[in-house]
């Protein structure tokens, strides 16, 4: 029978395999799962059923023989709870939600806790960085910038002012046309170019929306397919007045609950107003004091023969890319890099 009070959660995002395999370590129960995608009325708004079934062998046997084996199929929002149930039990899963966890994650001597911690959780405003769409949005953004101008040029038209300053100017045009002397004229075309200035001016300062120029575009996009292709960035705050500590990590677009990301962008935003709750397993947790790995230090000593010396040189142009890696990477103290598991907004219940 279900709970009274029980929070529901949302899941927007599940990385099925990585769950199913750290769920047998725990468990020892061996999952067979079923996943499917289903198409709504629009064909392009794809999401994903899950179908589970759990194995537990009694003592001597194991599920592969086949002997006293249990079966128990289970709704997969009920084996998303018992993994994190188990983690926490296990002591393999660290909650770093809450205003006072910001300060605690910049302390070193907890920084080492989490670096021999498994998984972490972590709720909180967050932000949603998918380099894609951003490169997509670039493509666009000439025509889009241009469309924006146009119709701010249309809207001015229509205003009254515009049209009183068109009115004088054609009006002026006639008395002028009427001047036989032709210095006269002259004298009086001063002024209606002032006018016209006027007119221009006008229009050009309501229509200077987006004005980027294309090699910033470019370089964008070169900058997206050469370092980070296909990332979706998730980053989670524990406290909206300490921005520097966030614990983020990057998004499959095949592991999304509904495949059209685009959908979720327009549900949540690319900064949502509600909080979301990230379980992931920990990557990285950089300390500013942490020793550089060199792993050309074998180079560094004694003279080198032809062989080595060929070697150093084509691993040092590696080494010459970390500088832009580890920039796009933005993997630094006192951030926490996870390997996203789950991300769900719970609602209701005694949270």
């Not at 899950?50 to 086949?66: L, R």
């Not at 493509?139 to 889009?144: L, N, V």
């Not at 999304?256 to 990285?284: C, K, N, Q, R, W």
Request: charged content about 30%; hydrophobic content about 35%.
């Amino acid at each position: 029978m279900k709970k009274k009070n029980m929070p529901l959660c949302d899941y927007l995002y599940v990385d099925t395999k990585k769950i199913l395999s750290v769920y047998n370590q725990l468990t020892g129960a061996v999952v067979s799962a079923g996943e499917s995608t289903y198409a709504t009325v629009n064909p392009a708004e794809n999401k994903k059923k899950y179908d589970f079934k759990i194995f537990k062998s009694d003592v001597g046997n194991t599920a592969q023989e086949g002997q006293g084996a249990q079966e128990q199929i289970k709704p997969h929002h009920t084996l998303f709870q018992e993994l994190e149930e188990e983690l926490t039990n296990q002591g393999h899963l660290v909650d770093l939600s809450g205003k006072g966890m910001a300060e605690k994650i910049q302390d070193k001597d907890f920084r080492k806790t989490l670096k021999n911690t498994f998984c972490v959780k972590v709720t909180g405003r967050c932000v949603i960085e998918h380099y894609e769409r951003m490169k997509k949005i670039s493509d666009s953004f000439p025509d889009i910038a241009a469309l924006i101008n146009q119709s701010n040029k249309a809207a001015v038209k229509s205003t009254d002012a515009y049209k009183e300053l068109v009115e004088q100017i054609k009006t002026r045009e006639a008395d002028i046309a009427k001047i036989r002397d032709r210095n006269a004229r002259n004298i009086q075309q001063a002024p209606l170019k002032e006018q016209k200035k006027k007119l221009e001016d006008l229009l050009e300062n309501h229509t200077k929306a987006g004005v980027v120029e294309q090699w910033i575009l470019d370089g964008l996009k070169t900058w997206i397919d050469t370092f980070i292709p296909g990332i979706i960035n998730l980053r989670v705050y524990p406290d909206q007045e300490h921005t520097a500590v966030q614990v983020f990590g990057h998004l499959k677009q095949e592991n999304f609950f509904d495949m059209d990301v685009s959908a979720f962008h327009f549900t949540y935003g690319s900064v949502p107003t509600e909080e979301l709750t990230m379980l992931g397993i920990v990557s990285s947790v950089p300390n500013p004091e942490d020793a550089l790995f060199n792993p050309h230090q074998e180079f560094l000593g004694g003279d080198l023969s032809s062989k080595e010396a060929v070697e150093r040189g084509f691993r040092s142009v590696f080494r010459g890319f970390e500088g832009f890696e580890q920039m796009v990477r933005t993997c630094r103290y006192p951030r926490v890099l996870v390997y996203p598991m789950l991300v769900y907004r719970e609602m209701g219940g005694k949270r």
